[in-house]
């Protein structure tokens, strides 16, 4: 969110009876009493064939699928499975297929691997199974199963947004560590964009939150549409989203933002049985040594979509 500003060429319009209207601060009632409508929940994933999964201590709920790759647990960033507290090694142990068997191998780790309580330097796993990793418990479960839904079910819950079904805050912050460390390490350029919705606060004062809520929906929506797949979309603030797009410089971003500038602008919000226009103003900032973790790149941003807003709203701003 971003402080009041004063709005340039955004001052209220009475919506002519079919023309989409825009809304301004003028709209505001300060009356209207919060409430968030939960949609049915996250998107559900398929349950995978094998996976492991966090069942006690940090990283609760976090799953990695073994497919082909070897899945690597441990404390660094570049772990397949990174679970940061000082008890893990940076390369704790490993989890990889072998025709069809799934196999264990502790790689070092100063805290020896555990499986169902007994150190281990390798073992093949069996359904159920628990491996300790540190102060983390891991549950290795091998097939389809209800169970295996189960796991999906609570880890989507406490990765996503029930509202918008986009990443959640806490997960985006966890994606972004990462992806910024493996961009620093292979001298890969990144980008992060924030969107701010523009003059929200009159959408709910007016028509109310569960209105509101259904623009963040289908806002939600349009961003879901515009990303790629190795992209990053999540909703990290009440009306406030952000993207990250790995191996993309300033310039394709800036279009990309732009792409994104223009379909909520150009789509129709219907609010309170008419239809409206909304804008999102976006700030973008790159990855440099400079600016070389995610708090100093949010920053960067953040700074970026102030002068978005400060210079009127409906715009891109590139922090240089
Ligand atoms: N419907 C709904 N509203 C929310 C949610 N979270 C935050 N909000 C509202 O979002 C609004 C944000 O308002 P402001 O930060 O003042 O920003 P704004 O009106 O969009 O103005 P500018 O950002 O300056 O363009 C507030 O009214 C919050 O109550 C939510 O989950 N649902």
Redesign the pocket.
């Known amino acids: 969110?971003?402080p009041?500003?004063p709005v340039a060429g955004f001052g209220y319009t009475r919506p002519a009876p079919t023309a989409p209207a825009r809304m301004s601060n003028q709209d505001a009632d300060p009356t209207t009493t919060?409430l968030?409508l939960l949609s049915s929940g996250p998107r559900r994933g398929a349950p995978r064939s094998a996976c492991v999964v966090v069942i006690h201590g940090d990283g609760l709920g976090k799953r990695a699928d073994i497919h082909d790759h070897p899945v690597v647990i441990g404390r660094s960033q570049e772990a397949d499975l990174h679970i940061p507290h000082k008890s893990v090694s940076r390369r704790h142990c490993e989890i990889r297929r072998v025709g069809d068997e799934y196999r264990l191998r502790d790689l070092g780790a100063t805290n020896p691997t555990r499986l169902n309580d007994q150190v281990v330097v390798e073992a093949v796993l069996g359904d159920g199974d628990h491996i300790t990793v540190g102060e983390t418990i891991l549950k290795f479960i091998s097939h389809s199963s209800v169970e295996a839904l189960y796991h999906e079910e609570v880890y989507q819950l406490a990765t996503h947004d029930p509202?918008t079904e986009l990443c959640n805050r806490r997960h985006f912050a966890e994606l972004a560590d990462k992806e910024i460390a493996r961009a620093l390490r292979h001298g890969r350029p990144l980008v992060l964009c924030i969107v701010?919705?523009?003059?929200?606060?009159?959408v709910?004062d007016r028509f109310g939150?569960i209105a509101?809520?259904g623009v963040?929906r289908q806002i939600a929506a349009i961003l879901r549409g515009l990303v790629r797949g190795e992209d990053i979309a999540a909703r990290i603030g009440?009306?406030e989203f952000a993207v990250l797009l790995p191996e993309t410089g300033l310039e394709a971003a800036r279009r990309f933002a732009e792409r994104l500038r223009k379909a909520v602008e150009a789509e129709t919000f219907l609010l309170g049985n008419e239809p409206h226009r909304l804008t999102v103003s976006v700030g973008i900032a790159r990855l440099s040594p400079e600016r070389g973790d995610r708090s100093r790149l949010m920053q960067a941003a953040d700074a970026a979509l102030y002068r978005a807003?400060d210079e009127g709203?409906n715009r891109v701003r590139v922090e240089p």
């Open positions: 969110m971003v009041e500003a919060q968030t509202l701010d919705v523009d003059l929200f606060k009159p709910n939150h509101g809520d963040l009440g009306e807003k709203r």
